[in-house]
């Protein structure tokens, strides 16, 4: 039996760093790293989740071709259950080039391929009964799934006494609180970055950016506010913020990913909202000083050990 269902997007990585500028008058230029890895919200967090100990499910596309083979791969190797991935002929398994630079900042060149098919068929309502929390990531990205889909989804499990949550990615086509509104009446927990909440809500501060939220539904409200840290604001009473642990950002591609693993392992173990976001800041922290989405995802020993000796009993 699985504890939580990851739904949603997973993307072949192809990295490379570091990369300052692009310069198209320039024929070639060297670089130190271009390597292939696993990446996608959905997938991230899952790795994330499974490390830290939790039984995983995975439900999402690729395509069966090699970027395929190595994601389904990847999956298998991570102790997921993989009876939610589905291939398909139609379209290539999604691609991304990401360019860092030496500050470990990123850049994404975005190929959508299988995600682009992925609908709410895809998703077995045999998973979804298993699970106790059923988590979405990758939102704005999944053109079949977003809205009324994932809504849908949300709802249905919540009937069954289900938690639910939600991580969005940047929203290309501009549509922010339009596409996700139907879903947030049925989230238990929804974890926008500062920047995407800021194009869902149009409020600039974190406490006003929650209060928009719990008006449309949300019950836990947690925002990322990258080196910042992050703002929580639980269904009553008032919100407070954890700071972020100072470390070496190497790569902050998956960063986000990373503390949404973090915190939602702490809510599968019982931990309230506050060591729940000290948790996530810690995984968040020791996955950005390795290059890739997921290379530096922590264990929960490794990520206990490093909050005790910032100070923080976890």
């Known amino acids: 039996m699985i504890e939580i269902l990851c739904i949603g997007q997973l993307v072949a990585d192809i990295l490379v760093r570091p990369v300052e500028r692009v310069d198209f008058g320039i024929d070639t230029q060297r670089v130190e790293l271009i390597e292939l890895r696993n990446g996608g919200d959905s997938l991230n967090a899952a790795i994330g989740l499974s490390r830290l100990g939790c039984r995983v499910g995975f439900v ?40 860092i630079n030496s500050s470990g900042e990123r850049i994404f060149f975005y190929h959508g391929g299988a995600n682009d098919l992925f609908g709410p068929d895809d998703v077995d309502p045999v998973l979804v ?13 999944l053109p079949r799934f977003d809205g009324p889909g994932a809504a849908e989804l949300f709802a249905a499990a919540r009937k069954q006494g289900k938690l639910t949550s939600m991580d969005v990615t940047w929203d290309t086509q501009g549509r922010w609180l339009a596409t996700i509104e139907p879903c947030l009446p049925h989230l238990s927990y929804f974890l926008p970055s500062v920047k995407e909440a800021r194009e ?49 950002a190497v790569d902050t591609t998956g960063a986000g990913d990373a503390f949404v693993a973090g915190f939602l392992a ?36 490794e990520a206990l050990s490093f909050m005790k000796s910032e100070g923080w009993a976890g």
């Not at 994601?71 to 190797?77: C, D, R």
């Not at 836990?220 to 604001?233: D, E, F, M, P």
């Not at 909202?273 to 989405?293: D, P, S, T, W, Y």
């Open 60 to 99: 999402g596309r690729i395509g069966t071709d090699h970027w395929g083979d190595f994601l389904a791969s990847v999956i298998l190797g991570e102790g997921i259950d993989a009876r939610g991935l589905k291939r398909t002929a139609e379209a290539s398994t999604c691609s991304v080039v990401v360019l």
């Open 129 to 141: 009964a298993e699970a106790s929390l059923v988590h979405v990531g990758g939102t704005y990205l």
């Open 200 to 248: 869902i809500t149009g409020r600039e501060r974190a406490e006003e950016m929650a209060e928009f939220l719990q008006a449309r539904g949300v019950q836990t409200v947690v925002i990322k506010l990258g080196a910042r840290g992050c703002y929580v604001k639980p269904p009553a009473g008032e919100g407070f913020y954890i700071p972020a642990l100072t470390t070496e």
């Open 266 to 301: 702490g809510v599968l173990r019982g931990q309230d909202l506050a060591a729940c976001a000290r948790l996530a800041c810690a995984v968040a922290a020791l996955n950005i000083r390795k290059v890739g989405a997921t290379a530096g995802m922590p264990g929960m020993e």
